[in-house]
């Protein structure tokens, strides 16, 4: 990804009434949005978790009885899975990864949330032990959620604004890998078919803190 060139809007949305709101506004909305949705129905306590990495975020519900396993699959999916590298939790001075066997140092990341966080948690994920990508990772606090098979829901995330192609200025959709830091590394999609690294090295414009990393294509 460019340096110096921020991907997201400083607004995001809530999928549960699909308003816009500033990043500011939208952890007491989603709250209140919560509560009003609950109403009549049956409930369950969940965690609220907010996720942050370069500029990109999402707040999210874990039910307390998932496991880590379930946090990381859900984040994969969401944002990171690209070419099923190895990941990692650090929790309060304890790593519990991905993959893990009898040599490792690491936990698994068969735990329970219940048993490893709790409201004020701050914790952190990485993905990917070479082109590593790091999340922050917050418990904000509790929430009522009408009661669902998903362990994880996406309760609200980060909007895009449009990147500007670095030749001719119109929507770039694609990123160079090659051109990594440089202004004019992404383009619209006319504009990257004349592109000198040629098209292996360009992947799409994704709403993901991986966008533009090892082969990440959302």
């Known amino acids: ?20 709101f500033s990043q500011k506004e939208i952890l007491k909305h989603v709250r209140d949005c919560a509560t009003s949705k609950c109403a009549g129905q049956k409930q369950e306590k969940m965690f ?8 990109f975020w999402l707040y999210i519900a874990a039910s307390e009885n998932a ?3 379930d946090l990381d699959s859900f984040l994969r999916r969401i944002w990171l899975e690209c070419c099923g590298h190895l990941s990692a939790f650090r929790i ?30 701050r914790f952190e994920h ?6 590593t990508t790091y999340l922050a990772l917050a418990v904000e606090d509790f929430i009522q959620l009408p009661a669902d098979k998903s362990r994880i829901l ?4 980060n909007n895009m604004q449009d990147i500007p192609c670095g030749v001719c200025g ?10 990594f830091g440089n ?17 292996d090295g360009l992947l799409p414009i994704v709403n993901s803190p991986r966008c533009g990393v090892c082969g990440y294509t959302g």
């Open 48 to 55: 609220l978790v907010n996720v942050n990495s370069s500029g």
């Open 170 to 179: 119109k929507k770039a959709t694609q990123i160079c890998v090659f051109c």
């Open 67 to 69: 496991k880590l396993s």
């Open 154 to 157: 996406l309760l609200s995330r």
């Open 126 to 131: 990485e993905y990917d032990f070479g082109s």
């Open 1 to 20: 990804m460019p340096k110096k060139m921020s991907m997201t809007s400083n607004t995001g949305t809530c999928n549960l009434c699909e308003g816009v």
């Open 92 to 121: 309060g001075g304890s790593s519990y990864q991905s993959g893990t066997s009898d040599v490792t140092s690491s936990k698994s990341m068969n735990f329970i949330l219940k048993d490893v966080l709790h409201p004020g948690t």
């Open 183 to 199: 202004k004019s590394n992404c383009f619209c999609e006319k504009c990257s078919e004349g592109h000198d690294c040629g098209e």
